[in-house]
Every structure is written in C-alpha cells, then in structure tokens.
C-alpha cells in the first residue's frame, strides 16, 4: 500500500505524463468556455429583525421581500441580540441587507451564468432556537412551514436575480425541520422541499427527481445548453454525516446506505450514456484537519482525527471515470483538494474537489460568491474567480476580485493533472514558503485571515488529498 505522500506524488507523475502525451499530438483549440454560478452556506437569518417575524411566518414567500425591505423595528438591534445570546449563537448569519447586497451583485455582474450551483445550508444556525424565542407558542407544524418559506425565499431570490437561468441546490445539516445534524428520510418536508428544489429540472426529468428528493434529498439533472451528454447529481450527504441522527435523536446508517446504492447506480447510467457529471452536496468527505489540531487531538500518538462523514463511502464512490468535479460547501472556508482511489493510483480516476466559501460572515471571513468558467465540451472548471464583499453587513458594501484560479496557481485549468501538481507543491511545501502555498493560506479564509491555517500547514497539506483516517495519520505523522 503506498503511503498518502507517495501516492499522490504518483497521480501527479501519471496525470501529468498523460497529459503530456496528449498534448503532444496536437495543439489543442483554444477553450470556448461559459461561466457557471457558485454559492455555498448562504444561512439566510429570517430573525435578523425579530419584529417582522411573525409578518413573515402569515406571509407566503413571494411577500418576504416586501416585509424585510421596508423600515427596520425601532428596537431590532436590542432584540436580534437578546435572541443570539439565549441561543449562543457564535456569530451572525447572512441579514437581509446582506442577502440583497449579494443579489445585486449577482443581477449586476454575474452576466450570462448557464445554471447555477448552491451547495447546501440555506437557512440560520440555531433556527430551533431562535424560532422557539420568537415564537413560543407555536402550533406543531408551524416550525416546519416556516423553515419551507425561508428556502423557499432564499432559492426563489436567486432565481429572480438571473430570470431563467436553472437553479441547483443541495441541502446542508442545518436545513432540516426538525434540527441541525437532524433529519428523517421519506418525510413530508423533503417531499416539500423538492419541490422548491427541483423546480428548474426539465419536464421530462421533473417526476423522477421530486420522487428521489422526496425519499432521501437527492436528484439528477441533465445540465442545460451548450453542455451535452453532461449531468449534474445532487445528494444529502447529511445521512452520511459523523453527527447524523433522526428526527427521534437515534442513530440510523439505513439512508446512508441506500443512498450510496443510488448514488453508484446514477454513475452507472452516466457511464452506458457516455455522460461526464458534477456531484454536488454539502459536506466534505476526509479529515476536518482544523477541527482535529483545534481540539488537541495527538493523532499521531493514537488519536483518531476528526472526520466529516461516518465512512469512506462516498469518496470511494466518487472516484468514478465520469466524475469530473466534486462540489462541497460546509466549511465556509475557500478549499481544493484531489480525490484519488483507494490502493493503486488511477489517474483516470481522479476527482478535482471544489469547497465554495460561504456567503455567510458568521465565522468572521468576508461574504463571497464564485464564478466559475466552465467547457462545456468537457465539464471541465477551467477557471473561477472569488467575488468578496468588502464588509460583512450589506450595507455600502463594495464587491470585487479577491483573486482569480488560473492567474493565482498558474494552472491552466480546475482538473487531476493540475490539482496533482499544486497538491504536490503544497505536501513537499512544509514551511509553506512557494507562492503557491502562501496563496493557498491567504484565500482560504475569505478576506485573509492567515493565522487561521498557516500554523499547522503541513497537516492541513495532507487532508487536501488523503481522505481517510488512516492515509491522513500517515501524511501527518511522517512530517
């Protein structure tokens, strides 16, 4: 078995050799591409003016806009914060002048996106919470309607913002009726919420995709002209998830275990149709290598690092020949990383890893939103641009560049032989001294907060490409 480090030193020599070869024959015509929108984490706060709570909840959502535009309570700031702090919340999420901040610029600059990506968690932390202060006497139901309103604006915003362009969005562990981490398959609210979800599916794919969301949150769409013969699958990975349980608080890998079987069927069908497809879901597979140094776990005395899913399932799935990108959220932070199969490096199995930073300050980054260029002939990100905004309040808020892929790494596109190469870069890079590493640590955190990842770099380093618990203890530990 070879070791994280040498293995992906190998993928890298392989990629990069066939591509090599590949090159070699002729000179390949210049890349048409068309831009393609990324949103992650948006954690709309239908609370951030508690006064206009309960206008919201008697409204439909197509009225929310009204309500949350017009003159804000007189006592909104002293109520906002009584509800944070009875909810310990750590932060605050995406207010409403945040969201329409981040929608005109959308409207505004983001011209000609063919679909758009949102990779999960649409509404607040600490919805249950805030619901219950601002609500107290609910009826049952009430909570559930009121969450469906919330994605209901959050998606219906977008989609008002780009008239006509398709709109595809995951769920995260924060979406969900009945709490964070909490959900249960076959239930009414996905049955609702796919409905909200899918409604850009073409007719002819529309049944299908309501039913599988409606069973476990996920669907599959052809992706829309100038792509042919390219997909895009969708999943709740939230039953994959370490901290998953059910509505009742028990632990149940049944979900999970279908969802895998349908998510491997999906590729199946992809590969007999000769289709090259996007996954898109909302958390990460491998090692939070932050969550792990920042409890003190010693993995290389014994300690097992913290992990995002349950299993290695779903990497293991997606390192498929069809598969050419993998998008996440979750983090909030701007992350890469390469997903390569088990045991023998296959170069053509190779996944690049996108993490879409968040619109959500919550964490103290900037809000951003990504615009990615997209060949359509292949599904290949070639490149992508990070749009940050230059506070974390919507108002006067400034959107511009904080950089762009391709001119930053100077790679010539988002792919394995590319991510191979930086990936590389990055494990041989221990005291993160290359301008590629130093890159890295700058935009991860949107708006530049370097100390967040430079003090533990070369473990940080080993979980952009080593999945499981054991590849990363290897990486880390031989450092």
């Known amino acids: 078995m070879l070791s994280g480090i040498k293995a992906s030193r ?50 439909p959502a197509s009225s929310w806009t009204a309500i949350l535009s017009s003159a804000p309570s007189p006592d909104r700031e002293a109520q906002f914060g009584a509800i944070q702090q009875a909810c310990h919340t750590r932060g605050a ?3 409403y002048p945040l969201y329409a901040s981040s929608l005109n610029e959308i409207e505004t600059n983001v011209t000609g996106a063919i679909f758009v990506t949102v990779s999960g968690d649409l509404i607040s932390h600490s919805f249950t919470c805030k619901f219950g202060k601002v609500f107290p006497g609910a009826m049952p139901g ?45 239930s009414d609210f996905l049955r609702d919420t796919g409905k909200i979800l899918t409604a850009d599916v073409p007719a002819a794919e529309s049944k299908q995709a309501r039913a599988d969301f409606a069973i476990g949150g996920n669907f599959s769409v052809t992706l829309p002209e100038p792509f042919a013969h390219k997909r895009l699958i969708v999943l709740d990975d939230l039953f994959m998830a370490r901290k998953y349980q059910t509505c009742a608080g ?23 149709a000769n289709e090259k497809v996007w996954v898109m ?73 996108k993490l879409v930073p968040s619109i959500s300050p919550i964490n103290g ?40 892929y391709a001119k930053t790494y100077n790679e010539p596109e988002f792919s394995a032989p590319a991510l191979a190469t930086l990936m590389d870069e990055f494990s041989s890079d221990t005291g993160a001294k290359s301008p590629a590493s130093q890159a890295y640590i700058r935009n991860y955190f949107v708006g530049d907060r370097s100390s967040e990842l430079a003090p533990f770099w070369p473990i940080a380093a080993c979980g952009l490409t080593n999945m499981s618990a054991d590849s990363f203890k290897t990486c880390a530990c031989s450092k």
Not at 50 to 58: I, R, S, T
Not at 254 to 263: D, G, H, K, P
Request: net charge negative; with cysteine.
């Open 10 to 59: 190998l993928v890298a020599a392989l990629l990069l050799a066939m591509f090599a070869a590949a090159s070699s024959f002729s000179e390949p015509a210049p890349l048409a591409t068309v831009p393609v929108l990324m949103i992650s984490d948006i954690h709309f706060e239908p609370f951030w003016d508690p006064g206009k709570a309960a206008q919201l909840a008697a409204a």
């Open 250 to 272: 028990k632990d149940d890998s049944s979900e999970a275990t279908r969802q895998m079987a349908w998510l491997r069927t999906q590729l199946d069908r992809a590969r007999r």
């Open 365 to 404: 980054n900037n809000p951003s939103i990504t615009v990615a260029q997209v060949d359509p002939r292949t599904a290949t990100m070639v490149d992508y641009r990070v749009i940050a905004a230059s506070n974390q309040t919507g108002i006067d808020t400034k959107w511009a560049e904080e950089y762009d």
């Open 142 to 186: 009430d909570y559930r309607a009121f969450v469906e309103k919330t994605i209901e604006f959050v998606i219906s915003s977008l989609r008002t913002a780009l008239p006509g362009v398709p709109v595809y969005s995951s769920l995260g562990n924060n979406d969900s009726d009945c709490g964070d981490y909490q959900l249960d398959a076959n």
């Open 281 to 353: 879901t909302h958390i990460p597979p491998g090692v939070d290598a932050f969550g792990t140094v920042s409890k003190g776990k010693n993995i290389c005395a014994g300690k097992d690092p913290t992990m995002f899913l349950s299993s290695d399932d779903l990497p293991n799935a997606l390192t498929h020949d069809v598969v050419s990108l993998a998008v996440f959220g979750h983090t909030h932070m701007d992350e890469m990383r390469l997903l390569m199969p088990a045991g023998t490096p296959n170069p053509d199995y190779a996944v690049p890893v």
């Open 93 to 95: 999420d995406t207010s």
